[in-house]
């Protein structure tokens, strides 16, 4: 079992704001732990980036957590429940807080009825849980995709990486998912035993209609996509 792992985090922030979340990130995880707190002023895509940290050799573990730079961890242990929820369940390959077990041409997994997690929302002096699911039962619930804001991944379990076709800053995180959920080897989770609160709320720019065309066009012969109701060994590619 793997005692450390490695955060991610792509942000136009300054150096003292960098230095602040990196700390909070420390003092959250609750295991041995390298952030790499990446400036990225020029607004390169995050397939790029997070593409080359999957396969860098910098990063010396197999699980690598993707974060955003608004978030805001409130309760201590994530990482070390990270690394043990991976060491339980060798089937799970990505992990994330929220997500849809449903998937289809709409391309907005919080849209569907059936998805999972929760996750508190901060915006302009207000916060509210939005509660994807009531919190669960069990360690993890098998989705199909999962929202980029917290995204843990064992570079090892993964037959795919992040697809580059999708330039900027939306559907980083859908292409990833639906690309290892269609090969089939191995799971996509959500869990509710971290929580996050998220300083912001997401909007739907033109890139996002762009992407999702792009997603569409890839994925769409799988549609609709539903995890309780596909059978893997007829969902896989040959």
């Known amino acids: 079992m793997e005692d450390k792992l490695s955060v991610v985090v792509c942000s136009r922030e300054t150096a003292e704001q960098k230095d602040s979340f990196i700390k909070h990130i420390k003092e959250t995880c609750g295991c041995n732990t390298h952030v790499f707190f990446l400036i990225n002023q020029e607004g390169v895509g995050l397939t790029t980036i997070y593409g080359d940290m999957l ?8 699980i690598i957590v993707f974060i955003h730079d608004d978030i805001e961890f409130l309760k201590k242990g994530w990482g070390a ?3 043990r929820l991976f060491n339980e369940h060798k089937d799970y390959g990505i992990i ?5 077990k449903e998937f289809d041409e709409n391309g907005a997994w919080w849209q569907y009825k059936k998805i999972v997690g929760q996750v508190l929302h901060r915006s302009n002096g207000k916060s509210w849980l939005t509660k994807f699911s009531p919190l669960l039962d069990k360690d993890l619930e098998e989705v199909c995709v999962i929202d980029g804001l917290f995204m843990a991944v064992d570079k090892e379990r993964i037959t795919k990486g992040f697809d580059t076709d999708f ?4 559907h980083y995180d859908t292409s ?3 690309s290892n959920y269609i090969d089939g080897k191995t799971k996509i989770g959500v869990t509710t035993n971290i929580r996050i609160a998220h300083n912001s709320i997401g909007e739907m720019k033109p890139e996002w209609y762009t992407n999702r065309d792009k997603l569409n066009e890839k994925f769409g012969d799988y549609y609709p996509i539903d995890v309780e109701k596909d059978e893997r060994t007829k969902r896989f590619k040959s």
């Open 55 to 62: 396969k860098s050799d910098k990063v010396d573990t197999n």
């Open 81 to 83: 429940e990270i690394l």
């Open 96 to 100: 994330g807080v929220a997500g849809s």
């Open 167 to 170: 330039s900027g800053f939306n």
């Open 176 to 178: 990833l998912c639906l």
